[in-house]
């Protein structure tokens, strides 16, 4: 890392993938601040905080005024709302696109033109094997991660020559608190118990796991450092061969 501390705001790091993400960096030397909307949730973490509504421009704006410069952004604040396809409300879609997609391309537009500036950024974004594929009952969810690849990539290439890369981290089903609560869903909708209901999410995973955020946390470790240069527009997908098949 540079001499002066580089410097890492992280959407939904209360907890779970985006918590296991700040820890990494702030062990790598990187100073790191995290970002939600639970202040308790983001005080109990222990490390820097900001509270943003990753749904509302005006509290992104006012975030990006008070964290100051950043090198490295991580846009992981996601929901994973679930009904069948055509019996998903308006509401229920424009959610999912709030949070997973609209925030995205808000976020980008707050904190990128800095980093482009400077000449130096890492703008990373949480994705989903959701991204490149479909799960049943996820319509909204998928199409919104989707999109957050093609806004991704559009970034990158238009970029690609400013010191900035922008890229995405897929992974299946991880062991986070995003998962329980699906995980409750299902097994209350099956009548079956708490375990069974994981193994059902861990099915598609052909190594019969969840996806631990550690796994996820070195992969975004990886793409905020130097020797990433050159990785740009990409979806690095952390699924256990899912996608392979």
């Known amino acids: 890392m540079a001499s002066n501390p580089r410097r890492a705001l992280i959407t939904g790091g209360g907890s779970g993938i985006g918590l296991a993400i700040a820890q990494a960096l702030a062990a790598s030397g ?6 939600g909307r639970n202040a308790a949730k983001l005080k109990a973490a222990g490390l820097p905080f900001l509270e943003i509504d990753v749904t509302s421009e005006a509290s992104i704006a006012a975030a990006a005024k008070a964290a100051g410069p950043i090198d490295i952004f991580i846009a992981n604040a996601g929901a994973a709302p679930t009904a069948p396809s055509l019996k998903t409300t308006r ?9 997973n997609l609209t925030s995205v391309f808000s976020c980008a537009q707050a904190f990128a033109p800095a980093m482009i500036e400077r000449g130096w950024g890492r703008f990373i974004v949480i994705a989903s094997t959701a991204s490149h594929r479909a799960y049943p009952y996820t319509g909204a969810y998928a199409a919104a991660k989707h999109g957050v690849l093609g806004w991704i990539k559009t970034l990158a290439l238009e970029h690609a020559k400013s010191g900035v890369t922008f890229n995405a981290i897929s992974p299946g089903f991880a062991d986070t608190p995003l998962i329980e609560g699906a995980v409750e869903r299902l097994a209350a909708k099956t009548g079956g118990d708490r375990e069974a209901a994981k193994r059902a999410l861990a099915k598609d995973n052909p190594m019969g796991r969840l996806i631990d955020p550690g796994e996820v946390a070195a992969a975004a470790l990886y793409l905020a450092s130097d020797a990433a240069a050159s990785v740009n527009g990409q979806s690095i997908v952390i699924d256990g061969g899912e996608l392979a098949g």
């Open 30 to 35: 990187v100073a790191t601040t995290i970002a």
């Open 91 to 99: 509401a229920l879609w424009d959610e999912a696109i709030a949070v």
